[in-house]
């Protein structure tokens, strides 16, 4: 199956800037949609941006103007760019992406998760 390894996170002072970066592995015949989750302790998990096949995007009130999701289609890597950072972004970052896989004969499609990375933003 697909395998999302995440990199980027850390800790940086309000007002900073972070580049979240998520790369998929496995034999994929396609991605549909990518996106970041996040979640901070104590809270439910928040889908903080998306990303579609096609480029168009989609993100939560509270990042909008501050982050950037994109994509790198040849190297099936997802990546947020966090500017204007806030403490209220500290949490711990996951990507998702919704994925055909090839497995055995034929085609599987699923959701997968990222390890997650922490992002911790301080005042």
């Known amino acids: 199956q697909v395998q999302l390894v995440e990199s980027g996170g850390g800790l940086v002072q309000a007002g900073g800037s972070l580049r979240l970066s998520c790369a998929a592995s496995?034999?994929?015949?396609?991605?549909?949609?990518m996106g970041w989750y996040r979640q901070a302790p104590g809270k439910q998990r928040e889908l903080v941006a998306v990303?579609?096949?096609?480029?168009?995007?989609n993100y939560v009130d509270s990042v909008k103007g501050r982050f950037t999701i994109s994509r790198d289609n040849a190297k099936n890597t997802v990546y947020l760019q966090m500017n204007t950072l806030k403490p209220e972004d500290t949490a711990v970052y996951y990507c998702?992406?919704?994925?055909?896989?090839?497995?055995?004969?034929?085609?599987?499609?699923?959701?997968?998760w990222g390890q997650g990375t922490q992002v911790t933003v301080s005042s």
């Open positions: 998702n992406v919704d994925a055909t896989t090839l497995q055995g004969t034929g085609r599987k499609r699923s959701n997968y």
């Open positions: 496995g034999i994929i015949v396609s991605i549909n949609v």
């Open positions: 990303i579609s096949s096609g480029g168009g995007t």
